[in-house]
């Protein structure tokens, strides 16, 4: 502890310990004197008494030094002063008699009378004027020095309290401690005052302390209702403003004060990878894969495909999963899901889902690209069929199983679309510059002199089939021919008499004339009967 503050904390705690002993009124200090009335009936020695008990001495009178009458203001009463005078038989003590509305009157009485109080005059060591404060504060001066509070004076003595406040605030700007002719602003060394602080003071860090529930003041004194308390994260304090803050994933409720989660997979939409959702956390989001997708590397990849496959087997071929098939299948060209023999000859054994009351070339097969389907032995395959019979080259047509080939005639290469011929140009530069010199267009190969070759799906079974029905069709034509002109032959046509000829007419006929006809050939029936 400093020699300073070692003077200081005694200074202090002598006055602190004087406010326990008889209170006066107030006091007036000036310079480096100050001047106390004390309301306590005593006789004139015990008043000289008390204030030499004090460090002081009863005020005394000269033409140079006078009573102020303010330090009287709003007291009535005698009260003795320091000078006392023999007379025969008796001592008499001078006084002073204050009355409100009246000015002080000097007055002598007998020392052993008991009057209303007395004043003390003290001497100061290193008092400190008035602190000066910003416009608009008011300072409160609070002080017990030898047992008197100071008011309104020109110097104060040390341990006096100076608070600049400001009216219609609650709270005040600044306090000081006047010690050694200088004011130290709170908070000042936590052993003397607590340092000034209103709850207690940190010694370690030299602040003022707060309880639960408040927070220090910018005045760094006072401990005021934590506006901040009811802010559910953080908040943002400004000089005579706080704003309550959320945390990341939150934002601001209505009243201000409370934080709500954001749905940012509403407002923001985050998870925008192929097969990726996004699901709202407390504070937060995440992005998860969809159902049939799995995360792989930090992004969802589909394996849908996977619980599909026919031989329940999957690959993943440049970041996509496909069907794996067995050894002997390859992956269909209908069905990504599917698998369908390899076949490396001209017939091979379809693919059959079987179903009991089908014929054979019912069921529902399947063959590999390029093959059909075909009932051998009542059993279907899948047999390759030839598609250069249907000239899709331009040039030269090689068949193969499953598929065919197109090749060009010499000075020629094939097109990027795989069938058409165009002209090598590449063989026709002379190094001159000039453009190739190209060969003559070659006409396109004419159609085999040998008959068109029958679709791949008719066999010779067939063939003999229709053969043999045509022959049963020719014959049973030629048997009816021949007995129709048997039967026409034998026709007689009679000879055409004029006579015999009845000539009809056609008239329309109503039901009058339907009835006289019926009546007419009644008649002559009977007519010839008869």
């Known amino acids: 502890m400093t ?70 203001s709003g007291i009535n009463g005698n009260f003795w002063l320091g000078t006392a005078k023999k007379s025969a038989g008796s001592q008499s003590c001078f006084s002073v008699y204050a009355l409100v509305g009246h000015n002080l009157t000097s007055q002598q009485k007998p020392c052993e009378k008991k009057l209303d109080g007395y004043v003390c005059q003290y001497q100061l060591e290193e008092p ?13 001066y609070n002080t017990s020095h030898q047992g008197f509070e100071v008011k309104d004076s020109e110097t104060f003595p040390q341990g006096t309290m100076a608070v600049a406040e400001r009216a219609g605030v609650k709270y005040p700007d600044t306090k000081h401690l006047c010690f050694s002719k200088t004011w130290l602003r709170a908070p000042w060394n936590c052993e003397v005052m607590q340092g000034g602080c209103e709850h207690g ?131 269909a060209a209908w069905d990504p899901t599917k698998c369908e023999i390899i076949c490396t000859k001209q017939d091979c054994l379809a693919k059959c889902n079987y179903e009991a009351d089908k014929e054979p070339m019912d069921q529902v097969c399947y063959c590999p690209e390029g093959y059909i389907k075909d009932l051998q032995n009542n059993t279907v395959y899948c047999t390759d069929i030839d598609e250069c019979d249907t000239y899709p080259c331009q040039h030269t047509c090689e068949n193969v199983f499953g598929s065919f080939s197109c090749s060009c005639n010499e000075y020629y290469e094939l097109d990027s ?18 453009p190739p010199t190209l060969p003559p267009e070659q006409p396109t190969p004419p159609a085999s002199p040998q008959p068109a070759i029958l679709p791949p799906y008719i ?35 009679p000879s055409i008499k004029g006579a015999d000829i009845d000539i009809f007419y056609l008239q329309q006929v109503t039901t009058e004339t339907y009835k006289r006809l019926s009546i007419d050939k009644q008649f002559k029936t009977d007519s010839q009967r008869l």
């Open 3 to 72: 020699s300073t503050t070692h003077a200081l904390l005694i200074c202090v705690t002598f006055l602190c310990g004087m406010e326990e002993t008889v209170l006066s009124q107030h006091g007036l200090c000036a310079g480096n004197q100050c001047v106390a009335i004390f309301q306590e009936p005593k006789i004139f020695s015990e008043a000289q008494t008390k204030c030499k008990s004090s460090d002081g001495k009863l005020f005394e009178t000269n033409s140079d030094s006078q009573v102020p009458e303010r330090l009287f």
């Open 128 to 140: 400190c004027r008035r602190l000066e404060v910003d416009e608009g504060a008011l300072v409160r």
């Open 201 to 331: 003071c940190n010694s370690t860090t030299g602040s003022c302390n707060c309880p639960t529930g408040e927070t220090l003041h910018p005045n760094n004194i006072t401990c005021t209702e934590d506006p901040c308390k009811e802010c559910q994260h953080t908040c943002q304090r400004g000089v005579d403003t706080h704003v309550c803050k959320c945390n990341t994933g939150y934002k601001l409720a209505k009243d201000g004060k409370r934080c709500v989660d954001i749905n940012e997979c509403k407002e923001k939409s985050p998870c925008t990878g192929e097969g990726e959702e996004c699901v709202n956390t407390e504070g937060g989001f995440q992005c998860n894969c969809k159902d049939d997708y799995v995360k792989e590397d930090g992004v969802c990849v589909n394996v849908s495909i996977c619980s599909k496959c026919e031989h329940m087997d999957c690959e993943k071929l440049n970041g996509i999963y496909q069907c794996k098939c067995r050894e002997g299948f390859r992956v």
């Open 417 to 434: 679309n795989g069938h058409d011929c165009v002209p090598r140009t590449t063989d026709y530069y002379d190094g001159s510059g000039s």
């Open 459 to 493: 066999k010779t079974g067939s063939i003999l089939g229709i053969t043999l029905f045509m022959s049963l069709c020719a014959v049973l034509v030629c048997f009816v021919v021949r007995n129709m002109f048997k039967r026409c032959s034998k026709l007689e046509l």
